[in-house]
Structures are given as C-alpha cells and as structure tokens.
C-alpha cells in the first residue's frame, strides 16, 4: 500500500454553500468538449469570476494562502443536481483530492467515489468546527487518513466511515475499471459458464451481423 495514497493532507479551504449543485460545480459551457482536457477552468466558474471574467478577489480560491488547496470544506447537500461527472473531474483536474461534508448529492457521491475524489462524510457539528479552523489559513491543514479511517484538524480528530468496496479501491489505487479488472478471472469464468449452458447467445451479434451481410448479398 502507497502511504502517498493512504493519506491525502495539505491546505482545506472552507466551501459553506449548502446545496451547491453540479451546475455550479462545472457549468454547462465548460461541456462542449470532447475530452475531459481544461475542465479546471470552468470549476465554480460563476463563484471564481464576475461578468467581466475576472477573478473574484474575495472567493476562497482565489486567495493566495489557498492558492493550493487540496480538501473542501463543504455545505450539506454538497454535489447536488443533474449527473454531471464532468464536475468531479473538474475538482481533481484543480488539484482538490477530497470534499468533506455533512451530506451530498447521491449520483455525485456515486461519481466521486468511482473517480477515486475521496468524499467523507461527517456529523454536521465536526463539519462546522473544521470549517472554523480552515476559514483561518494559519490552521487550515487538514490530513484525512483513509487506512485508519480518521480527519485530524487544528481542532478536531474524529472518525469516518467507507463501504468496504470504496475503502479497498482508494487503499489499493484503483477507479471503478481497475477495481473491475481485478476480477477478470471471475468475469471469464462466468462469461464460460454462461456460454456453455447458453451457446446460442455466443457470439450472436457477430453472427446476426454476418447473417444479415450475407443476405444482402446474396440479393
């Protein structure tokens, strides 16, 4: 096990908003691509930047002492909204490895966790003491230690919970495709057992496509 991995540490920066949807997160103009490629630059767009593009001096994350913050400090409902995944990959294109909060949207969370942006939940008391200590760059480093399952703030340790599914894929540093492949073995030995007591479905698109190509031209 990477320790690099393990843990995640470095400057919180306090996000209070409750609520704060997906929309807001990675708005639909920063959509159009093709790729995943620039999506930091559309991350909070909106609370970042005025009418006029420019950065917003007194947003969180334009300040200098929060210049490279790795953990979000968020409001209940965190991630809220429409099924965007493009917001969770703009969170980590930016560099935030982490979002603690008291609750999150469902399909975010979902999102999030396969994508390996770790999400840890907390009563909302601990959120709200955390967000205290950040809100001051002085005390605003936090270290979330998943093998131990525990947040430690200038004043607050506590303890977090994961399905052992999620704590098993960021402790081994698979996304949900590594954590799939790892069960290839099993996969084959289905896909084999499947087709043996079903031989007529193997390889049937395949053989309804040659069949159809040869219709045609045999006409």
């Known amino acids: 096990m990477n320790p690099d991995i393990a843990r995640i540490e ?14 807001q997160i990675m708005p639909k103009q920063f959509l159009r691509g093709i790729d995943k490629s620039g999506l930091d630059r559309g991350l909070l767009y909106d609370m970042r ?9 007194d947003f969180v994350l334009n300040r200098p002492e929060y210049g490279n913050t790795a953990i979000l400090i968020g409001g209940s409902n965190f991630g809220c909204g429409s099924s965007r995944e ?8 930016y560099g935030i ?25 907390l009563p909302e008391d601990a959120v709200q003491k955390i967000m205290a200590d950040v809100s001051d760059p002085a ?14 703030s200038h004043s607050v340790e506590t303890t977090f919970s994961l399905s052992g599914r999620h704590r098993h894929m ?46 045609k031209t045999q006409q």
């Open 86 to 93: 493009h917001a969770v990959w703009g969170l980590q294109q």
């Open 97 to 121: 490895r982490a979002v603690i909060a008291s609750s999150y949207g469902e399909i975010f969370y979902s999102n999030a966790m396969n994508n390996r942006l770790l999400l840890v939940m």
């Open 139 to 152: 005390t605003s480093h936090v270290t979330i230690d998943v093998e131990r399952m525990t947040v430690r």
């Open 170 to 215: 960021f402790l081994e540093g698979l996304d949900m495709i590594g954590a799939t492949l790892t069960l290839q073995e099993q996969i084959q030995a289905f896909q084999q057992g499947h087709w043996a007591a079903r031989p007529w479905l193997k390889d049937v698109a395949h053989t309804t496509k040659a069949r159809l190509a040869s219709s």
């Open 10 to 23: 470095g400057i919180a920066a306090p996000l209070p908003t409750p609520n704060l949807d997906t929309d």
């Open 49 to 57: 930047f005025d009418g006029e593009h420019r950065p917003r001096p």
